[in-house]
């Protein structure tokens, strides 16, 4: 299944194959288009459909998988790497299903964001050469190179989404904190290295006239009510994420509260880690908890927040809080980690020692639970549901047989909600065209295609699409009235409504072709 943003985003891609070249998400100056340049390179091996497109996602959240088993051993250990691999592999329905969207990169910036945390690890904590009484020195070399990854790495997540900012502020801080010495001759690589790395969004920007910054500044301002918007990352957004809670079935609250223990546990379990080994120094292992402190701070101080609290309800931020997920992981891994008998001993490293069984089953049982919390989600969750979009969820499962009646029927373009249209189009590989003349011209949405709507204006005569199980929809009763004949037929949840005596501008009908349908 795919929504009317993930059809967007397949659609580019084929727009890539004849020959366009976008920077960024049609109409989304702040989201990089990696994912549509993917999809086109699959497209060129397994064709055009809903399965490659879903590939995107799918590639991308196992590079997350595998670059939080290589943080998860900077600050826990080998073994507990394991178990953090294995909780992000299996992730809360919320966090899965906005993962395995293909409507942005954000997969891709939260297994960079793992990268770019690892790095600045490596800067931060890794002495200079020559320092008395260390085993593994850094040479200054290596500190140059893992500083150009660093900046390389950051300006290209930077371009992917806003987001990103969350890991490189995280960065900034721990390098100011634990390398200060380091920052004079590092600070000229890392800013090579983010001119470098962000290219597309300089390149971008320049173009637009940058519309990335007025994007972010002028699309959601900051809202006067921080209070309300904490109220909804705390009470909303974070239960979502953390599989806590979750919008299409029920939770039962045992389930939440051993969750959340385990959870906040783990939290505490990285805090404590850091004092044995680091005292009141900042310690690697603190680096998850002053991530997940710099995306709260960042998330409410900016306009991020702000849709948090539109009037219709939905979710519009969620995906914004996403990379929080990252931290659980390695929560949970931490919390393990000292019933595998900590460093050098134990039953998965060293000699065993005396009751290692027992703590290895401790240890099993403490990740079982995570696990079965978050696969309680799946088995309770409505798939149909979990796949729609947020902002429209009457999406149909499938569209080829309102494709089949259209080609039936020799119609070719259609006035229709975008969010069904769009995946219309991408079955159809564009045979038919749909514009969504309320979404742009009375709610004020974005245009995406502005070539598509050009096309459905100019159209000798154009049919309406409806999602509706209405048993007469209100622009029939528009049609009499205007003294229309028209044809009707009815497609499982698609009502076809063809204008038969004359063309009709959707301007005479735009009331009876609204959000509803």
Known sequence: MIDGDE????????????????????????????????????????????????????AASLAF??????????????????????????????????????????????????????????????????????????????????????????????WLQGVAVYALATCALVLLA????????????????????????????????????RSLAGGHPLAQDLVAEAGALLHDSLPRVLGLWQPWGATPAPVSWALGGVVGAGLLALLLRGRASHGRRLAPSDVPLVFALMLVLIYLGSGFAGPSLNPWGFDATGRYVLPLWGVVPLAVAALAEPLLGGPGRGPLRGPVVRGAPLRASLAASLVALVM?????????????????????????????????????????????????????????????????????????????????????????????VLVTDEPVPALERRLQE?????????????????????RVNPTEVQDAIDYRY
Do not use: C
């Not at 696969?375 to 979009?389: C, D, E, H, I, K």
């Not at 003294?483 to 004359?502: A, D, K």
């Open 372 to 464: 079965l919390a978050h696969l309680a989600g799946y088995a309770t969750s409505n798939p149909r549901q979990v796949f729609q979009s947020p902002y429209w969820n009457k999406l149909p499962f499938d569209s080829q047989p309102l494709l089949d009646a259209l080609r039936r029927a020799g119609i070719s373009a259609v006035w229709m909600n975008h969010w069904a249209g769009f995946p219309l189009m991408f079955d159809a590989q564009e045979a038919v065209i749909a514009a969504d003349y309320y979404d742009v011209f009375v709610g004020g949405g974005i245009n995406r295609f502005p070539e598509h709507f050009a096309l459905v204006e100019r159209a000798d005569r154009p049919a309406y």
């Open 178 to 213: 634990r390398a200060p010495r380091k920052l004079p001759r590092l600070a000229p690589v890392l800013a090579a290295g983010l001119a470098l790395g962000g290219i597309p969004l300089w390149l971008g920007n320049l173009a637009s006239g940058f519309g990335t910054a």
């Open 482 to 502: 205007l003294g229309v004949t028209y044809r009707v037929e009815r497609v499982g949840p698609y009502v076809i409504v063809q204008p038969l005596s004359r």
């Open 7 to 58: 059809a967007m985003v397949g659609l580019m891609a084929r727009h890539i194959l004849q020959g366009q070249r976008p920077i960024f998400l049609n109409g989304l100056q702040y989201t990089g288009a990696l994912q549509a340049y993917e999809a086109a390179a699959l497209y060129q091996v397994l064709g055009m459909s809903r399965m490659a497109l879903k590939l995107v996602p799918l």
């Open 65 to 158: 998988i595998l670059t939080t088993y290589g943080l998860a051993r900077r600050i826990v250990s080998t073994p507990a790497a394991l178990i953090a691999a294995l909780v992000a592999a299996a992730p809360p329905v919320y966090v899965a299903a906005t993962m395995l969207k293909a409507w942005a990169p954000y997969p891709e910036v939260m297994a960079l964001g793992n990268l770019l945390l690892a790095l600045a690890i490596d800067l931060a904590w890794r002495p200079a050469k020559g320092t008395p009484g260390d085993q593994s020195p850094e040479d200054p070399a290596a500190g140059r190179g893992r500083a150009l990854a660093l900046g390389l790495l950051g300006g290209f997540a930077l």
